[in-house]
């Protein structure tokens, strides 16, 4: 009866530039007031045991069926969009590619072991990032502020809009429950928070070449 109750969401967030679907469950909880770590795997997937994964999220067509039917989302389209698929699956075979995304549409196999991350020696961040500069002009323009793709691929440590070295937030994903999904805000994206990195000057062109090029792959 409980799964039958909630087939359908009757309240989404918009989704904000670059926000991944991670950082959309997390506002929709905050919003919502969810009062247990579990209510938004429900929600969106149909189970309480939902990992809340941030790059890779798999399931999209359960997360699809429950959206309000005046949204014309494809899972694809979150794939593509909402997730870190487009900056892994860009140098894998195409074979592999189509195997990732139907495993991240489907909720099938293991999409990290599927596009090989696993044997990468550079690991996904799991202190989440952001752009301080950013934030304040999200907060203006939207009233809020919220996780970015972007800030959070592995190679990406400065901002390429602002120059700016990303700062670590107080959010460690290894730290929370595996089902937990928590919001960006002020009172864990601090503008004294501590820099990934110091860069000098000519350090600084080479991270904004990368974190450029890692954008224009999303």
Not at 15 to 31: N, V
Not at 71 to 94: K, N, R, S, V
Not at 126 to 139: D, E, I, S
Request: a positive charge; hydrophobic letters at 40%; charged letters at 20%.
């Amino acid at each position: 009866m409980e799964t039958q109750l909630l087939n359908k969401l009757v309240f989404l967030p918009p989704i904000r530039p670059d926000e991944p679907l991670y950082s959309l469950i997390a506002r929709w909880s905050k919003f919502t007031g969810a009062r247990t770590t579990g209510q938004p795997g429900l929600n969106f997937f149909g189970k309480r045991t939902a990992v809340a994964t941030f790059d890779l999220p798999n399931c999209l067509a359960n997360f699809v069926n429950r959206l309000p039917k005046h949204l014309d989302i494809q899972p694809e389209d979150l794939a593509w969009h909402c997730t870190m698929f487009p900056y892994f699956a860009a140098a894998g075979h195409p074979d592999r590619k189509a195997a990732a995304l139907e495993a991240m549409i489907k909720g099938v196999g293991d999409v990290h072991m599927t596009l090989g991350l696993t044997a990468f020696k550079v690991r996904r961040v799991t202190r989440l990032r952001f752009c301080a500069v950013c934030n304040r002009q999200n907060f203006d323009t939207f009233g809020e502020v919220w996780w970015s793709r972007l800030f959070n691929l592995p190679c990406v440590l400065v901002c390429p809009k602002h120059g700016k070295p990303l700062l670590t937030s107080t959010v460690d994903l290894d730290d929370l429950s595996r089902h937990a999904f928590i919001p960006a805000g002020p009172e864990n994206c601090p503008e004294n928070a501590p820099p990934v990195c110091e860069p000098n000057g000519k350090q600084l062109d080479i991270l904004m070449s990368i974190a450029r090029t890692s954008e224009w792959f999303l």
